[in-house]
């Protein structure tokens, strides 16, 4: 099948890389040409494993081609994914100018029948906004389709090919026949319903992992007040098929572009009235455990000023370097204003914060960036910092601190080793 990608982002990238891989051909397109160049060559603009390859080889077979132009790619397309960014406004909703204005471009070279599918994620009913616009400016007939997005990143390609679900809102029996046609050999549940249910599914979703992953740091809180393990707590919990132990880890935070975005959005777009709180308790609940982050560097090393501290990890999560609405950020701005002195290492993310915090030392590696420090605060749970030379690393420190934010580390080994530490429910 003929595709057009709209918005070579994370989501558009990896959609365009993966139908290309099953054999149709691909265009994806995006106004910034820039990035577009950066592709063309099979250089992709952002860190996702794997996902070079599956870019270049799409390439080199010649069924993935990327431009920065409407009227040559539109004409082509027999379906069109908009796939482009839906960022917050300032009072939390969701801005859909980039939505609309890729419908705007994209009507007047629209062939006739051609099905142009909303994947970014957005409120309900968003999918009329799109409709209307394109109507506005097309002269040919053409259809509107939801299929929202599921892949996590850093496990975007495994997630793309093998979702849990593929979810098809359409209203058609044509449109809904072709959308099933072309996910063909990618596996997951189909689901198939109405462009509304689609759009409030997506939401729905992401707002339920972010209830889920808040209630995991509140259980984790009263672990540490009432003398219980979180880790024990989440496993009975867990074992109840109807909860699962998924999204239940406790931290420093939840960040990425997604969860605390749609949250906020989706409680604006739900209404105080309906919602009654219960998303801003997790938005509160998700901005407490930075503070509880601090309190415990505070319960260790005491006030920060003139101490030396060593972070490890940025990104917002591992295997990533996407650093929007990462923890570290909130972290950094708060331990620099009480006059600590950074050492940072990320494998991924140290490029996107160099320019916002200059005054950070920014290593090559997890040895570096503990020499001399006084703490060491685990951001973000990547494999290389799990099975660290903890003598080594002793050795390199002023003193022997720790706060784990993801609960990587083994607390009973490194007490016993004479480290003081401090974890996330434990
Ligand atoms: C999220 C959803 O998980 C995907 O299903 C969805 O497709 C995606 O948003 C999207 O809308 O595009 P993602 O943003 O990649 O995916 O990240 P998650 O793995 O959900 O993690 C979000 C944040 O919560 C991270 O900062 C992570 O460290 C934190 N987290 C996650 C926890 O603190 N505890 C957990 O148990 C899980």
């Not at 160049?37 to 494993?49: M, S």
């Amino acid at each position: 099948m003929k595709i057009a990608i709209i918005g070579t982002g994370y989501v558009g990238v990896v959609t365009a890389a993966v139908f290309a891989k099953l054999g149709h051909q691909v265009w994806g397109l995006d106004i910034d040409e820039k990035k577009i160049a950066q592709l063309q060559q099979g250089q992709v603009p952002f860190f996702e494993p794997g996902l070079d390859d599956l870019v270049q080889e799409g390439l080199k077979r010649k069924k993935l081609q990327f431009g920065s132009s409407y009227p040559k790619i539109v004409p082509q397309a027999e379906v069109i994914l908009i796939c482009v960014g839906t960022p917050p406004k300032d009072d939390g909703e969701t801005d859909l100018t980039f939505v609309l204005e890729a419908a705007r471009s994209l009507a007047p070279y629209l062939q006739a029948g051609t099905v142009v599918v909303v994947k970014s994620t957005v409120p309900p009913n968003t999918h009329q906004q799109v409709r209307k616009t394109i109507a506005s400016l097309a002269s040919r007939p053409f259809f509107v389709a939801v299929c929202p997005e599921f892949l996590v990143e850093g496990k975007a390609i495994k997630d793309t090919l093998k979702p849990s679900r593929v979810v098809i809102g359409a209203d058609n029996p044509e449109v809904i026949e072709k959308l099933l046609v072309l996910h063909q050999g990618i596996g997951g549940k189909r689901i198939v319903c109405s462009p509304s249910s689609a759009q409030l599914l997506k939401y729905a979703a992401n707002v339920f992992l972010g209830l889920k992953i808040s209630f995991a740091y509140v259980m984790a809180e009263l672990c540490e007040r009432y003398g219980a393990d979180i880790d024990e707590v989440v496993a009975g919990l867990g074992a109840d098929p109807r909860i699962g132990e998924g999204h239940l880890r406790p931290g420093v935070g939840m960040g990425g572009s997604c969860l605390p975005k749609d949250i906020k959005s989706f409680d604006r777009w739900a209404g105080a009235e309906v919602t009654q709180g219960l998303f801003r308790a997790v938005e509160a609940i998700n901005e407490r455990q930075i503070e509880r982050a601090l309190q415990k560097v505070g319960d260790l090393i005491g006030p920060c000023q003139g101490k030396t501290i060593a972070l490890l990890g940025l990104a917002f999560k591992a295997n990533t370097d996407d650093l929007r609405e990462a923890p570290s950020r909130k972290l950094i701005r708060q331990l620099l204003e009480q006059g600590a002195k950074l050492r940072a290492y990320d494998p991924q993310a140290m490029e996107g914060l160099k320019k916002d915090f200059p005054e950070v030392r920014y290593c090559t590696g997890p040895y570096e960036t503990v020499e001399g420090a006084d703490l060491v605060v685990l951001v973000t749970e990547w494999n290389e910092f799990k099975n660290l030379d903890w003598k080594r690393v002793k050795r390199l420190m002023k003193e022997a601190n720790i706060v784990d934010g993801r609960n990587l580390w083994k607390r009973e080994m490194l007490e016993e080793m004479g480290f003081k530490y401090e974890g996330f429910g434990r």
